[in-house]
């Protein structure tokens, strides 16, 4: 090996030799953060901040993780951006193939899910995963549905969802409001939610940004807002002694 | 045919001794005698359309379309063998979907149209195989605007602002040279190719039940290659039935009860 390059973390060591067993990227390059999901009363509302992470490095920090999928489905993703434009394209290659058809008929939010989760399946069971975390939701038929897959090919459904870190720091805040409101919550209720779990997650979480996307889906169909300013407080830090201060 | 007898008329893979290749030929009659298939580049959209008779009252509604798309921004009429439009078709839908997952775009129309050329062309190379008895309108937009290629069995593609193909080819193709294309409006386009449609239908097949698609890819579409909504067609087939066509009478309301357009 050529001892001058540098070999990046996420590139495979050497040459596959014959006879060799199979070797794989095993860890992701560029990353995003936590994405959030809950459901509210006249739908579902998703956040997610706007970083797309090197490592430890802020690299882009214009990078939507909120995306429609057809017409009232929202695919929320946190992990190795490329892994998640290879699903993309795969999903559109699907919607497009559907749309031929033309039989008054379009993949649902849980058809679009479960097809998300073989996928993840699959591939881990190549050793080879898709370095993601999904946040699938929409509505079916008139119903609410949300669903989460991870790069295990894991699956569950609840009522408010979060990837990585959010399942530690927001999860808890996201479940003690809807149980506040019994689970009914408002569009303010949901938005305010969402937000002061951004919040934390930009306090508390070092690979976050305060630029965020809010995405809602209801009976009306998909709306993903512009990148938004997050605002947050650190005058408290001039009182903190220690540390190094 | 003067070369019947001398063997030239066999295999596509041989020319006859006046140059000429039989089995295209024959390809292409056999694509000119099913309907009709129009297409127009206008003001701001393209614009398909097709007429064809009625194969049986027992027939389901929607089934044997002849218009389909190709890609989201991309369509396609065709006329002649069925199987055979499907196989094309399918070489279309195929081509545009490999572009899209080479360039990571949407693939022009002109692209595609090249591409299924190559294709066509191809089956009229080779004594194992027969020339596609199909010929395909394909319209689309692109960062280059709007686009019209028709491909016929030869292979041989043109753009074309307006063009046409099948029974009514003759008088339509006058009566679209009449129409200034780059000026009209997609919606009174649509209005003009319905009457040319139904014109070219009672010429050839008179009181015929007969099934017509109508697609356009427009600025009110957003770019998308979508059916035509189906009022706007029928306010066209009153017009035409009202403007005192020589066909008008029983056959009139028959022919409107069998219109199976989604």
Redesign the interface.
């Known amino acids: 090996m050529d001892p001058i390059t540098y070999k990046l973390p996420h590139t495979p060591q050497g040459i596959q030799k014959p006879g060799e067993p199979v070797k794989h990227i095993s860890s992701p390059a560029v990353t995003g953060s936590s994405v959030l999901g809950i459901k509210y009363k006249d739908g579902l509302m998703f956040a997610a901040d706007c970083l797309g992470s090197y490592g430890s490095m802020l690299k882009f920090k214009n990078q939507h993780r909120l995306h429609a999928i057809g017409k009232s489905t929202v695919l929320a993703f946190s992990g190795d951006v490329s892994d998640f434009q290879y699903m993309q ?1 795969t999903l559109d ?1 699907l919607m ?2 559907e ?2 058809w ?1 039989d ?1 008929q379009s993949l649902g939010t849980k058809s679009i899910y479960s097809y998300i989760h073989a996928i993840m399946y699959q591939r881990r069971s190549k050793v080879d995963p898709l370095w993601n975390s999904y946040v699938v939701g929409g509505i079916e038929k008139g119903k609410p549905f949300m669903g989460y897959v991870d790069l295990y090919g894991t699956t569950y459904e609840a009522d408010s969802l979060a990837t990585g870190f959010g399942k530690h720091l927001a999860q808890p805040l996201m479940r003690k409001a809807l149980e506040d409101k019994e689970g009914d919550l408002t569009e303010e209720e949901a938005r305010d939610v969402l937000l002061r779990s951004l919040r934390v997650l930009f306090y508390r979480d070092t690979r976050s940004l305060n630029l965020y996307q809010i995405a809602k889906v209801t009976g009306e169909g998909v709306t993903i807002s512009d990148p938004t300013h997050l605002d947050s407080e650190w005058e408290f830090g001039r009182n903190i002694r220690g540390y190094g201060f | 045919m003067t070369s019947v007898g001398t063997g030239y008329d066999i295999s596509s893979s041989t020319y006859s001794t006046e140059g000429r290749i039989y089995q295209v030929e024959y390809a292409t009659q056999a694509a000119n005698s099913f309907g009709t298939s129009i297409g127009m580049k206008v003001n701001n959209g393209v614009i398909l359309g097709s007429v064809s008779r009625k194969i049986s009252k027992l027939l389901k509604p929607a089934s044997n379309k002849c218009i389909s798309h190709v890609d989201k921004h991309i369509g396609i009429a065709t006329t002649g063998w069925t199987a055979d439009a499907r196989e094309i078709l399918n070489i279309a839908r195929r081509e545009a979907e490999n572009y899209r997952s080479s360039y990571k775009i949407p693939p022009p129309t002109t692209q595609v149209v090249q591409r299924l050329g190559f294709y066509i062309h191809a089956h009229t190379l080779y004594s194992s195989v027969r020339p596609f008895g199909v010929n395909s309108i394909i319209g689309g937009k692109d960062d280059n605007g709007y686009h019209l290629h028709m491909i016929e069995p030869s292979g041989e593609h043109w753009g074309y602002r307006g063009c046409v193909v099948g029974k009514g080819q003759k008088e339509v193709k006058t009566e679209l040279e009449r129409i200034d294309l780059d000026n009209i409006d997609p919606t009174l386009a649509v209005n003009r190719m319905v009457k040319m449609l139904l014109k070219a239908h009672r010429d050839s097949e008179k009181e015929e039940p007969y099934h017509m698609e109508i697609s356009w890819v427009t600025e009110e579409t957003n770019g998308y290659h979508e059916r035509v909504p189906q009022n706007i067609i029928d306010d066209a087939i009153n017009q035409f039935e009202n403007e005192g066509h020589e066909g008008e009478g029983e056959g009139a309301d028959e022919a409107q009860e069998t219109m199976e357009v989604e």
């Open positions: 394209e290659e497009n193939s749309r031929n033309e008054d």
